[in-house]
T-cell receptor
Framework: AQKVTQAQTEISVVEKEDVTLDCVYE???????LFWYKQPPSGELVFLIR??????QNEISGRYSWNFQKSTSSFNFTITASQVVDSAVYFC?????????????FGKGTMLLVSP | SAVISQKPSRDICQRGTSLTIQCQVD?????MFWYRQQPGQSLTLIAT?????????ESGFVIDKFPISRPNLTFSTLTVSNMSPEDSSIYLC????????????FGEGSRLTVL
């Protein structure tokens, strides 16, 4: 069965600190996709990144970077020089292949609080 | 990306009543997904709604409690029936990106509080 574990329930940092959010997954699929979503206090889910299982290159987008390590089944997310606007709940998710389509299995989320 | 509108955005309901949540998408989509997010919890898939067929429910969710309609390719409704305080959650409608990667776009959610 699919499983996504985000062991960090809540992280508090001060602005400009770097912070890493951990994600560990379990799947029997050979091809799969990993995602990070952001849920700010307003509630909507914002897509941040998608990574497929064959691409282990790390990715950087501005202050955000992602480290995918298939050997440890991890897909960690780092925010550099955090800002107050980064305060949100961050969800890691794993695709689950169904017949003809895919759905997502989500981790429990990590609440990030960035204080001024 | 798809633009997804949900109504109501929030509501306070009495125990024993039912509420229907509407989801409108700005483009035609084959699959629509309904998720539930209980307070402080992750998102759990309730059911998958395919136009023209019965919705497919996940383990732990039943049609009598969460009936779903999918009358066309841009619209779906989820009804939460005979509500109890345990049904207090955010209910989110989502659609796939069309890439079959599992990537989903979400509506802003409907926050229900059951007293």
């Amino acid at each position: 069965a699919q499983k996504v574990t985000q062991a960090q329930t809540e992280i508090s940092v001060v602005e400009k600190e770097d912070v890493t959010l951990d994600c560990v997954y379990e799947t029997r699929d050979t091809t799969y996709y990993l995602f990070w979503y952001k849920q700010p206090p307003s509630g909507e889910l914002v897509f941040l990144i998608r990574r497929n299982s064959f691409d282990e290159q790390n990715e950087i987008s501005g202050r955000y970077s992602w480290n995918f390590q298939k050997s440890t089944s991890s897909f960690n997310f780092t925010i550099t020089a955090s800002q107050v606007v980064d305060s949100a709940v961050y969800f890691c998710a794993l695709s689950e292949a169904r017949w003809g389509y895919s759905t997502l299995t989500f981790g429990k989320g990590t609440m990030l609080l960035v204080s001024p | 990306s798809a633009v997804i509108s949900q109504k109501p955005s929030r509501d306070i309901c009495q125990r024993g009543t039912s509420l229907t949540i509407q989801c409108q998408v700005d483009s035609q989509v084959t699959m629509m997904f309904w998720y539930r997010q209980q307070p402080g919890q992750s998102l759990t898939l309730i059911a998958t709604a395919n136009q023209g067929s019965e919705a497919t429910y996940e383990s732990g969710f039943v049609i009598d409690k969460f009936p779903i309609s999918r009358p066309n390719l841009t619209f779906s409704t989820l009804t939460v029936s005979n509500m109890s305080p345990e049904d207090s959650s955010i209910y989110l409608c989502s659609v796939g990106s069309g890439s079959n990667t599992g990537e989903l776009f979400f509506g802003e959610g409907s926050r229900l509080t059951v007293l």
